[in-house]
T-cell receptor, first 114, second 111 residues
Framework: GENVEQHPSTLSVQEGDSAVIKCTYSDSASNYFPWYKQELGKRPQLIIDIRSNVGEKKDQRIAVTLNKTAKHFSLHITETQPEDSAVYFCAAESPNTGFQKLVFGTGTRLLVSP | DTEVTQTPKHLVMGMTNKKSLKCEQHMGHRAMYWYKQKAKKPPELMFVYSYEKLSINESVPSRFSPECPNSSLLNLHLHALQPEDSALYLC??????????FGPGTRLTVL
């Protein structure tokens, strides 16, 4: 089955710096890669996602890149702010009909210092 | 309504108790999910219902029993749990294989 690895496990940056989180996946059939942000005590919330037919997607300060050949994808956050501090999970979807089966990475705790 | 709701928010139960977790969504989503999340770990898939039929059971012990009474509701019945089952239980829903929306979770403590 699918296996997703995520690095780093913790990341500390200064406000205004960029942050990059990387994930690799094992199943070449996976075709959907979401990123979730989870603040302490809150639910995971989707911040950006990418499907395998594109290589990059951007939404304001957040971007995701996908390299299907190497089976890795990355989250890029520019101009980080203290409110970006949270745990970020990448995930990969094993193809199914009618529902998603997501396999999550182990998470990255991002701390943005003022 | 673009939210998934879960009740209760917190639950403390003994190992001999029977309790139920409830999840509801009114977004017309036909796929609903139960996840278990331990502290500092990612969500771990337990069950998937698609069009009210159980599609995935990730080898979950029988002391956890899911139920999907209709397309908007998902229950998780708990019986004879162990202390190691203490965790945050998250419900989610999606329209087919699109974005999953998570509920706020039920924090379960088993004494």
């Amino acid at each position: 089955g699918e296996n997703v690895e995520q690095h780093p496990s913790t990341l500390s940056v200064q406000e205004g710096d960029s942050a990059v989180i990387k994930c690799t996946y094992s199943d070449s059939a996976s075709n959907y890669f979401p990123w979730y942000k989870q603040e302490l005590g809150k639910r995971p919330q989707l911040i950006i996602d990418i499907r395998s037919n594109v290589g990059e997607k951007k939404d304001q300060r957040i971007a995701v890149t996908l390299n299907k050949t190497a089976k890795h994808f990355s989250l890029h956050i520019t101009e980080t702010q203290p409110e970006d501090s949270a745990v970020y999970f990448c995930a990969a979807e094993s193809p199914n009909t009618g529902f998603q089966k997501l396999v999550f990475g182990t998470g990255t705790r991002l701390l943005v210092s003022p | 309504d673009t939210e998934v709701t879960q009740t209760p928010k917190h639950l403390v139960m003994g190992m001999t108790n029977k309790k139920s977790l409830k999840c509801e969504q009114h977004m017309g989503h036909r796929a609903m999910y139960w996840y278990k999340q331990k502290a500092k770990k990612p969500p771990e898939l337990m069950f998937v219902y698609s069009y009210e039929k159980l599609s995935i059971n990730e080898s979950v012990p029988s002391r956890f029993s899911p139920e999907c009474p209709n397309s908007s509701l998902l229950n998780l019945h708990l019986h004879a749990l162990q202390p190691e089952d203490s965790a945050l239980y998250l419900c989610a829903s999606s329209q087919n294989n699109n974005e999953q929306f998570f509920g706020p979770g039920t924090r379960l403590t088993v004494l």
